[in-house]
């Protein structure tokens, strides 16, 4: 589902006399559907980074990365602004530590979003949201409220139940359980061994042991490199 | 597939794209392909030829050099600066819209707010008073305008309401593409929101083609799926809309994302 192939990323801040430094170098692995590859590594070794490249937040200087879209191999390194859109849509779910809220925009209205974008119907597409909105414990009276008041934990339930509610065949997770409680880390480790099930391929970063443990079929190990000059 | 639903073909093709004011440079060598669907923000301070660009791409002044096709409904491309000023002024009517800065510029004042939508839709031969009346009204409502207010004039409206009646004049004839300049400009921050998620709606409801130029980041990441940033009538960097703002790589790009709080 996943190939990547031999990645560098570095960044060069202008805005800061130039600075440059290399964070990600010859990065290759394969994700295969079914497997959840864990990113290990210290604050600062690159794992956030190596998440957006596969979502292609951000660029890369070198190498590829293929994702699997409707039985065709796209370079997401290579594609279109379209045809990122299109992978995203219905490919690549993210589920980012913190969720960008948008004025106005209700809970309900955030998690149900995808699937519409999907063509699934507003009424099914509401039922889902809401049933994995009470699987993650979310109380109903929230579900019509802008989620910009909620709690860092409400809010990180929300972003999951976006990002799990349209079963992407691939999934990256950066820390989805860091501000969560013990019984709901527990739902997202149920959501995650779901995904595995019905052949989603996963790639995530966990700061907790006992979630990382549960859900890992691969580690890769990464540290942070040397600046540059 | 009627050419109509060939989302593979560009809507509009711009090449090469330059003007100048006598010696001074409006924007210079721009070419981009914009597909159905697709909004994309063009970015950058004042007086970087966001607006001038805009211009020439929306049959308001004609470019130094370069050319700007258009795709018909029919599929057939025209360059819409060689065909004729009576072709061009149905475009406008039929296929374009222009979401103007400031909703005086775009609006008749003189008339009612249901004569605003109403004349549109005579523009492009609706005849029916019943049928238009009755059309103006869906469209104050999905605009979230009163409908007790369709018989007052524009010029007693708010900022905010008076743009969401521009909005709802350009789009009751079904355009195709619809170029926004700055069009939450003047309005406070809580008007801003609403209106933004009024056009968030609506352009992915009616699979509406924008271009609309801010200079607000934030603007351009809630509505835009492409950016171009523009310095100096130059187009520096172009993308995908989160990919430029979250690992922007042109020294002026970071310069403005690092200028804002939350882009
Ligand atoms: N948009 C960016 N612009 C510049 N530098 C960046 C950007 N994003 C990340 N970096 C840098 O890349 C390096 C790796 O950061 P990253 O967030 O990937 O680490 P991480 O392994 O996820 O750390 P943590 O465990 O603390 O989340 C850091 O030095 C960071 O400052
Ligand atoms: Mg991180």
Redesign the pocket.
Known sequence: MISVENID?S?T?HTQGGVS?S?LEGVSFRVKPGECLV?N????????????ALYAN?KVDRGHILIRHNDQQIDITEAEPRAILAIRRSTVGYVS?FLRTIPRVSALDVVAEPLLGLGVEQDVAYEQACTLLERLHIPERLFHLAPATFSGGEQQRINIARGFLPGYPVMLL??PTASLDARNRQVVVELIEEAKARGAAIVG?F?DEEVREAVATDYLE?T?LE?AA | MSPELDQSQPLLTVNGLSHYYGSQLGCSNVGFDLYPGEVLGIVGESGSGKSTLLKCLSAVLPPSEGEVIYRDRTGLPHDIYQISESARRMLRRTDWGVVEQNPRDGLRLGVSAGANIGERMMAVGARHYGGIRSEAESWLDKVEIDLGRIDDLPTTFSGGMQQRLQIARNLVTRPRLIFMDEPTGGLDVSVQARLLDLLRGLVAELGLSVIIVTHDLAVARLLSHRLMVMQRGQVVESGLTDQVL???QHPYTQLLVSSVLLP
Request: aromatic letters at 10%.
């Open positions: 990323k960044f801040l430094y964070v990113l590594g210290p604050s600062g070794a690159g794992k956030s980074t190596l998440l957006r951000y530590q950066d820390e970063i700061h990464m942070a600046s | 979250d690992d922007p």
